[in-house]
């Protein structure tokens, strides 16, 4: 008889001093064999996740975690069994990696992760390893050349900004393909992502690293509109918005409202949680949030946070 509890997989995402990420290849005997993983394994019967993942470190690669939080959790139907992927940034840890059980092991730069070859699980995986826990979406220039804009925008980047969303419904698209360009000069020595909430066809004509689709941009798409790796997210509401956003092959999504202006519109951390459990890509929760909810987002599932008015 099939077994219907998923098995539940622990497994951490550990970055060295140059951000490099461990990896270990599983040996060929094994279910997956001869694929890149990251190092950890199943949890045991009265054990909390985090006690799996210091176990399974410490007998798989003799690395001691002191601190972890939450990345992601995807559930995957193997032909063999369904796995729940439950997968750690490692935050803190100590000992030199080495593969305790004759398994390779590898530091791998984040930008050749996606050229190795894992288990199918781990896709989506790979892009939340990828993509950071903020998500900051632009307020509105005023004109073109806001002086008070891109005071804001070098601010944040000096603040580390990675990820940005740049939103801007009251410019036409010639103002705002002039203001992109502009914000991807400023963004290019750093190296951070900038989104555009336009059409996919103005993201490749200024060259930006991807496009985030509205709701409603996003229920009158069959096909995902960017070639990889260029980046597609988009806003979501309801589950049926995430399963669409996934059967295009959308990358990341923000979900929301958590806290709506109007109490009862709001969706709330129960409602996140219950998508995010079902969500086989990364999820942001956005809506009336600030850095204060980032452990709230990371213990319902999420990616992190994104947002402008508290965040921008
Ligand atoms: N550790 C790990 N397992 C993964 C990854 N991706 C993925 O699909 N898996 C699957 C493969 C296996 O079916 C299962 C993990 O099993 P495992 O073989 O690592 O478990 P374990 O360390 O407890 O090994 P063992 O004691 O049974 O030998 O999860 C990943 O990135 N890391
Ligand atoms: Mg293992």
């Known amino acids: 008889m099939a077994n219907l509890t998923p098995l539940h997989v622990v497994a951490g995402v550990v970055r060295n001093a140059q951000g490099d990420i461990l990896l270990a ?13 990251f190092p950890g394994g199943k949890r045991e019967q009265g054990e909390e996740p985090e006690q799996t ?21 995807i559930r995957h139907t193997y032909t063999y069994r369904e796995v729940l992927l439950d997968v750690w940034s490692v935050e803190q840890f100590s000992g030199t990696a080495w593969g305790r059980e004759g398994q390779s092991v590898e530091w791998c730069a984040p930008h050749l992760l996606r050229l190795r070859t894992f288990p199918a699980a781990n896709y989506p995986i790979i892009n939340a390893v990828l993509l950071p826990a903020i998500y900051i979406i632009s307020t509105e220039p005023l004109k073109q050349n806001d002086p008070q804009f891109f005071y804001q925008l070098e601010k944040q980047i000096d603040n580390g900004l990675q990820l940005l969303q740049f939103r801007a419904g009251s410019l036409n698209d010639y103002e705002y393909c002039a203001c992109a360009e502009k914000i991807l000069t400023l963004c290019e020595p750093t190296k951070v992502q900038v989104l555009l909430h336009r059409t996919p066809q103005i993201v490749l004509s200024v060259g930006a690293h991807g496009v985030h689709l ?43 409202a958590i806290r709506a202006p109007e109490p009862e519109n709001s969706l709330g951390w129960f409602n996140f949680f219950t998508c995010t459990e079902s969500a086989k890509i990364p ?17 319902h599932g999420g990616q992190g946070i994104a947002g402008r008015q508290h965040l921008w």
């Open 283 to 299: 999820v942001f929760a956005v809506g009336g949030l600030q850095y204060e909810d980032m452990s709230f987002a990371w213990a």
């Open 53 to 73: 993942l210091v176990r399974e470190f410490q007998e798989e690669v003799d690395i001691t975690i002191q601190r972890a939080r939450p990345l992601i959790r």
């Open 25 to 37: 290849r599983r040996h060929v005997t094994k279910e997956q064999g001869d694929l890149w993983e």
């Open 214 to 256: 509205s709701q409603t941009a996003l229920l009158n798409l069959k096909e995902r509109p960017l070639k990889k790796p260029l980046w597609v997210a988009s806003s979501c509401h309801t589950l049926a918005d995430i399963q669409h956003a996934q059967s295009i092959g959308v990358d990341f999504l923000t979900l929301g």
